[in-house]
């Protein structure tokens, strides 16, 4: 995967528009379906961080663990 585009406040702040909430108010630990990240808007995001190089990207990779600071770790390579 090349996630040169991709930086944790790029993966922050394409959630948090998602679910219509400031990238501050997401916790890394926080459920992501909880704050009400549905499965259409998960798809939004894959599609979306497929076109800034994570092609290899697919929704089970997400659904399985749909925290902010897992999601950053698989498409940054690094920490949150």
Do not use: K
Not at 28 to 54: C, F, Y
């Amino acid at each position: 995967m090349n996630q040169q585009t991709l930086t944790p406040e790029r993966v922050r702040a394409d959630v948090a528009e998602l679910i219509g909430c400031d990238p501050a108010e997401i916790e890394l630990d926080d459920n992501l379906n909880d704050l009400g990240l549905d499965s259409v808007r998960t798809m939004v995001l894959i599609e979306r961080w497929r076109g800034a190089g994570a092609d290899a990207l697919e929704y089970p990779d997400l659904a399985e663990q749909p925290e902010l600071g897992h999601w950053t770790e698989l498409l940054t390579g690094g920490p949150a």
